[in-house]
Structures are given as structure tokens and as C-alpha cells.
């Protein structure tokens, strides 16, 4: 089926340009595409290379125009199958690991060269200018990573906010946002629309303690939120993610000025609409328009520190859609929750991968087995003395009808 809706990864533009420049890989339609995910784990330090070796060296043969030759099951033959890295997904720190590139101007590993930043002096940290767009983002990470930005801002939380004294010094170096300066003759700089009163803060603690999700939703919010405290305990990307498009938009209606709600809910907005299963194509360039919209919104209230790399990389999600297809193929949601299970694996922390490797091969040779293992007469387990009771048509209290000849006629 050919549309303007793209629902899968071939539907793409890098999947049809590596078919274009690669005829022979793509006329063979069992092939595989591979995705490489790790989550800033690097257990050998700087010298990720060295774990990555055999990987690479594996990825190489396979890439070859023999390939190795493997059995097709379904259709009872033999073929040459090959293999190639389709693309990466990664967070910040994983990035870094992978591609040997620091922390510092070129962080944004899609600007690379072409981004434009500035460096603030009071705060120690670099801001983005600049909207191009090249790669691979992960939007569980890029989510998450808002979501602590924007509520930790807004509830001031001492740690995670965004608009502090030194963030008001960058104001004054900058010759910007005149308003919020420290004028020297209080010890507490002038608020903005986006601070909340302590009145507004508990209004939206009460907001989320009062909320009921349903079972297997989400976290229990409640035991996350301290009600004394009004600060949040860390959370998971899929918590966070729930709170950011669902919860918070509903909670800072009544407490923000109306075009700062606007603003913030421009976000919820577009993190809703690219993370559809399925999105029209011409639909791409108006979100794209939209989301620098919402940058220069954001600008007019936020403060200069909250546009770091977290925020940065939002404006080219729009473009990895185009490129790679919707964001549920490649977010690290499910590589998270495998993460997880091999991490209960690891019955040994003196050699954990080995640990891993030799648990999930036990697993696959188990699951292998039970395949030739009749089903209705498990080992080791007894039969329940109800097994058969229930199954077929029950007959107690059944009526029998014998209707006359008449009656059909």
C-alpha cells in the first residue's frame, strides 16, 4: 500500500536511500536491518572500542556481498543472508561514549559543526541557538529530560530548577529580560510568570494526589510526591512521560498566566502528535513550523539555562520522523525493559557479563525444549483433580425440545 502515511521504518527516506545505493542488499528481502542501543553504559571507561571489536568485526563479515549462507525454515531453502547497522539510538551519555565525541560546543551530535551556541558565564553551562537537524534522538530520554527541566522550574526545586540567582547574573551580562534583574535592594530576585506561589504549588501538589490512574497506568504518583516536602521523587521515563502529556496540562491550568499555559502546553502538544503510530506525511513540515513556534514562545518566559542539549534536541524529532519513521520503532523503551531483564541475570558482580550470557542462553535451550514437550502433560507438575470437569458442553438442568413435524412446516 502506497500513501502519504508512514507507519513502519520503510517508510522512511534513510531505508529507501540504503536500498537505492545497495540493489543487491535490497532485492533480497530476508536481510536484516540491526539497531545498536546502549543506555550510557560503558564498563571500559574511554576504551569502548575494545568492547565493541568483536561486534564490529561480526557486522563486517556480515556486511559482505557473500554473506553467510543459513537455512530458510518457512520455505525449506538455502540462502546468503547479510546484515547491516541500521542506525543507533542512544541517550546523551551513551552518544558520547559511541562516538568518542565530549561534552562541549558540538554536543549536539546533529549541528556538529553548524550549531551556534553561547556560553553563560554565572551558570557554567552552554545554551542552543540554532535548529538544524541530522540524526538519531531517543524520545523516551529527550522526554524525560524536559519533563525534569519543566516541573523543576516550575516548582523551584533547588536542584533542578532553571531560573536561579546565577541564571538572573546571565540576564544582566546578556542586557536581556530587563524585568527580572536583581535590582540590589532585596536579597530575592523579582518573580517571573513562570514561578508559582507557594499557594499555587500546593494547589498542584493537591492536583496530582487527588488524580486516580488506572491499574498498570502508571507509577502511584501519590508516593512519589512527599506531601509535607512539595518535591518530587525521581521517576521513570514511562512515569515521566505520563505526567508530561497527560497530567501536567490538566494541573497548570488554573495556576499560570494564560499565554504562559499556552506555551507549556504547546510541548504536550507536540509530543502527542509525533508519538501517533501512524502520521501523515504532510503533516511533518507544520509540526516542524509549529515546534520552532514553541521555541520562541518558551524564550519569552524561560530563562536562557533552560534551553540546554535536553531541549535542544527536540527541534529535530520532526526530521527523524521523516527519515526513520514513527518514534515508537526507535525509542528505547523496549531495550529498557530488556536492560532490565538481563539485569536479573547478573547472579554474579565479579564477572556480570558472563553471568548474563549464560542465564539467557539456559533460557533460549529451555524454551527450545519445552517445544517437543507434549503440552497437556508438563513435567514435574501434577494434574489438578478438576482438569477435564469444565471442558466440553455442560448437560445438568438441560432441557431436551422435541418440536413437532408441524412446527417446520
Known amino acids: 500500500m502506497v500513501d502519504d502515511y508512514i507507519r513502519h521504518l520503510a517508510d522512511g527516506i534513510q531505508w529507501w536511500v540504503i536500498?537505492?545505493?545497495?540493489?543487491t542488499f535490497a532485492d533480497e528481502p530476508r536481510n536484516l536491518r540491526f539497531t545498536l542501543s546502549t543506555d550510557g553504559m560503558n564498563p571500559f571507561g574511554v576504551h569502548i572500542n575494545v568492547y565493541l571489536r568483536p561486534l564490529i568485526d561480526d557486522f563486517k563479515e556480515l556486511w559482505k556481498v557473500e554473506g553467510i549462507r543459513v537455512y530458510d525454515g518457512f520455505k525449506?531453502?538455502?540462502?546468503?543472508?547479510?546484515?547491516?547497522?541500521?542506525?543507533?539510538?542512544t541517550d546523551i551519555l551513551g552518544h558520547r561514549s559511541m562516538s568518542g565525541q565530549s561534552k562541549g560546543e558540538k554536543?549536539?551530535?546533529?549541528?556538529?559543526d553548524d550549531i551556534e551556541t553561547i556560553w553563560l558565564n554565572h551558570s557554567k553551562k552552554r545554551v542552543?541557538?540554532?535548529?538544524?537537524?541530522?540524526?538519531?534522538?531517543?524520545?523516551?530520554?529527550?522526554?524525560?529530560?524536559?519533563?525534569?527541566s519543566l516541573l523543576g522550574t516550575l516548582m523551584n526545586d533547588k536542584w533542578k530548577t532553571k531560573d536561579h540567582?546565577?541564571?538572573?547574573?546571565?540576564?544582566?551580562?546578556?542586557?536581556?529580560r530587563p524585568e527580572l534583574r536583581p535590582d540590589g535592594t532585596s536579597a530575592q530576585p523579582p518573580l517571573s510568570t513562570i514561578n508559582l506561589t507557594q499557594e499555587e504549588k500546593q494547589e498542584?501538589?493537591?492536583?496530582?494526589?487527588?488524580?486516580?490512574?488506572?491499574?498498570?497506568?502508571?507509577?502511584?504518583?501519590?508516593?512519589?510526591?512527599?506531601t509535607r516536602e512539595n518535591k518530587m521523587l525521581p521517576m521513570k521515563a514511562h512515569d515521566c512521560d505520563v505526567m508530561l502529556t497527560t497530567m501536567l496540562v490538566v494541573g497548570i491550568r488554573n495556576i499560570l498566566p494564560e499565554k504562559t499555559q499556552m506555551?507549556?502546553?504547546?510541548?504536550?502538544?507536540?509530543?502527542?502528535?509525533?508519538?501517533?503510530?501512524?502520521?501523515?506525511e504532510q503533516s511533518l513540515e507544520d509540526l516542524e513550523k509549529n515546534m520552532i513556534e514553541v521555541m520562541c514562545l518558551l524564550e519569552a518566559y524561560f530563562s536562557p539555562t533552560f534551553f540546554d542539549i535536553s531541549v535542544h534536541l527536540i527541534v529535530h524529532l520532526v526530521k527523524e520522523i521523516r527519515y526513520l519513521g514513527p518514534m515508537f520503532l526507535h525509542h528505547m523503551y523496549p531495550y529498557e525493559r530488556f536492560m532490565s531483564t538481563l539485569n536479573s541475570y547478573a547472579k554474579s558482580w565479579v564477572h556480570p557479563e558472563g553471568s548474563m550470557a549464560q542465564c539467557y542462553s539456559t533460557e533460549e535451550v529451555v524454551d527450545w525444549c519445552l517445544g517437543y514437550i507434549y503440552p497437556t502433560n508438563p513435567?514435574?507438575?501434577?494434574?489438578?483433580?478438576?482438569?477435564?470437569?469444565?471442558?466440553?458442553?455442560?448437560?445438568?438442568?438441560?432441557?431436551h425440545i422435541t418440536p413437532e413435524r408441524d412446527a417446520y412446516e
Not at 263 to 280: G, L, Q
Not at 379 to 399: Q, T
Open 19 to 23: 536500498d537505492f545505493k545497495n540493489q
Open 76 to 89: 525449506k531453502e538455502h540462502f546468503n543472508l547479510r546484515v547491516m547497522l541500521f542506525t543507533t539510538i
Open 107 to 112: 554536543d549536539c551530535f546533529h549541528c556538529l
Open 128 to 148: 542552543y541557538k540554532d535548529i538544524a537537524i541530522r540524526h538519531n534522538i531517543d524520545l523516551m530520554h529527550a522526554k524525560k529530560n524536559v519533563y525534569g
Open 165 to 176: 540567582a546565577k541564571t538572573r547574573a546571565d540576564l544582566e551580562e546578556l542586557d536581556i
Open 204 to 226: 498542584l501538589w493537591d492536583f496530582f494526589h487527588s488524580v486516580k490512574l488506572p491499574s498498570r497506568y502508571a507509577t502511584n504518583i501519590r508516593k512519589l510526591m512527599p
Open 263 to 280: 506555551a507549556i502546553m504547546s510541548i504536550f502538544s507536540f509530543f502527542n502528535a509525533i508519538s501517533h503510530k501512524v502520521i501523515d
Open 379 to 399: 513435567i514435574g507438575i501434577s494434574m489438578s483433580c478438576h482438569e477435564g470437569r469444565l471442558a466440553g458442553r455442560g448437560c445438568v438442568g438441560e432441557k
